[in-house]
């Protein structure tokens, strides 16, 4: 019933800028943590930025300056700003979320399911002359 769907991903030359966004749908109770995570093929997934319902962020250190993360909480959407593009930074780039669906609904009253990780299917980033 959850979904995770990224958007705002292409092709863009060194030092330009992209935003991605990712939006949840579905029942959902509460999300408490959102983030991006990028991979390159053959080699393991990383972490990009993450933030909190409550608005703490954490950055890898190689895109902390560059990449901003920001979250609407009503929306269900987390955004990656990405500017002073790298070839480096040509990946995957996946949305994640720490969440709680709603198995149902009662009376308008939210029914729990278990916590559980979530992911997107990805966004091509493509940074090249």
């Known amino acids: 019933q959850v979904q995770l769907v990224e958007s705002g991903g292409g092709l863009v030359q060194p030092g330009g800028s992209l935003r991605l966004s990712c939006a949840a749908s579905?029942?959902?109770?509460?999300?408490?943590?959102m983030g991006w995570y990028r991979q390159v093929p053959g080699k393991q997934r990383e972490l990009v930025a993450t933030?909190?319902?409550?608005?703490?962020?954490n950055y890898a250190d190689s895109m902390k300056g560059r990449f901003t993360i920001s979250r609407d909480n009503a929306k269900n959407t987390v955004y990656l700003q990405m500017n002073s593009l790298k070839p480096e930074d040509t990946a995957v780039y996946y949305c994640?979320?720490?969440?709680?669906?709603?198995?149902?609904?009662?009376?308008?009253?939210?029914?729990?399911?278990?916590?559980?990780?979530?992911w997107g299917q990805g966004t091509q980033v493509t940074v090249s002359s």
């Open positions: 579905g029942r959902i109770f509460s999300i408490y943590v």
């Open positions: 933030m909190t319902s409550g608005g703490g962020t």
């Open positions: 994640n979320a720490d969440l709680r669906p709603c198995i149902t609904t009662v009376q308008n009253i939210c029914v729990m399911g278990p916590k559980g990780d979530y």
